[in-house]
């Protein structure tokens, strides 16, 4: 099983109608022993992140079966991940799936994406695209990123759906204005290539920066080769290769064989055939499943330079390698 960590479960389920840690806890445990729902998923979330009190994920597990009981979604969503990741409570997909399925069904965003994904996946349930697509557009229409994101990457690829290139592009933005770093790269994507959108550099540079300060590898080499190209902005080789760099730390191929053709030329760097020769070999070492082409010229591009070194360079750019 695929785990989640306690921090993707806060951004998955964080509210900002309920901020627990303005709440004090004896005020809240007064409430849930009264028998109120939304007190004792509170108590339970404090719990659950160490919030005013010593992180115990058997009580936040208590206290969320509690709220569960009265049917509360953000409760029974909590207790899906506990059942998933065995933290307070042993271990268990079933139970996992169960409470994730309460929570969709009461009209739980972030539980109906992830009820998608275990349809999507077969994850404790039979693999059904067409019912994850169905939570999925659940998820979406009530405003969740992560399953607008998903709905635009379906209608993009045609996966399950008729393609349609404008509804993607359409779901994108509304991911992409929310902050989702990945459905900015496939908005800025989908403007660079004037797919779905007009062809739009200016646009695409813009999404690219904003998924690139949020650490998405593709967006910093896209970006990158934006500055190289002068697509969308003023041409700047140096810039360029800072957000090559950036991508190609990441273990991005793209920009590892872009960051050769920087060395080798001397475009926005000192020209160093040692650097451009190890930038060259780490892309030519990529997986061909992701990076077929990039490979292939990388690939190429090394074993020429090869011919114009010495031995003693070729062992320098080797030695620099990882590993």
């Known amino acids: 099983m695929r785990r989640i960590s306690a921090v993707l479960l806060l951004a998955f389920c964080w509210s900002p109608y309920l901020r627990p840690q303005e709440q004090p806890l004896h005020q ?5 022993g009264q028998g109120n729902a939304a007190a004792m998923f509170l108590v339970g979330y404090k719990y659950y992140f160490g919030q005013g009190v010593p ?63 275990l349809y999507h996946e077969g994850d404790g349930v039979a693999q059904d695209d067409q019912k994850a697509i169905y939570w999925w557009k659940l998820a979406a229409v009530q405003g969740d990123p992560e399953g607008q994101l998903r709905l635009g990457l379906i209608y993009d690829l045609g996966d399950g759906v008729p393609k349609n290139q404008k509804e993607a592009v359409r779901w994108y933005s509304l991911a992409a204005v929310q902050g989702n770093p990945k459905a900015q790269f496939c908005l800025g994507f989908a403007y ?22 949020q650490g998405v590898a593709s967006a910093q080499a896209q970006l990158g080769q934006a500055y190289v190209a002068g697509e969308g902005v003023a041409r700047d080789y140096e810039e360029g290769v800072h957000w090559f760099l950036k991508a190609a730390q990441q273990g991005d191929a793209t920009a590892q064989y872009s960051l050769g053709v920087a060395y080798f030329n001397g475009t926005g760097v000192l020209q160093d055939y040692v650097e451009a020769l190890r930038w060259y070999s780490l892309a030519a070492a990529a997986p061909e499943s992701e990076y077929r082409n990039t490979v292939h010229l990388a690939a190429s591009a090394r074993d020429a330079l090869e011919e114009k070194m010495t031995p003693e360079e070729k062992e320098r750019a080797r030695i620099s390698l990882p590993q």
């Open 28 to 32: 809240l445990e007064a409430a849930a």
């Open 55 to 117: 992180q115990d994920y058997a009580k936040a597990a208590h206290w969320f079966k509690l709220s569960a009981a009265q049917e509360y979604s953000a409760a029974e969503f909590m207790l899906g991940g506990a059942f998933y990741d065995g933290q307070g409570v042993p271990q268990d997909l079933g139970q996992a799936v169960t409470y994730w399925t309460a929570a969709a069904e009461h009209g739980n965003a972030q539980a109906q994406y992830r009820v998608g994904r």
């Open 192 to 213: 660079h290539e004037g797919e779905g959108a007009k062809q739009d550099f200016g646009l695409a540079a813009q999404w690219y920066r904003m998924a690139a300060q």
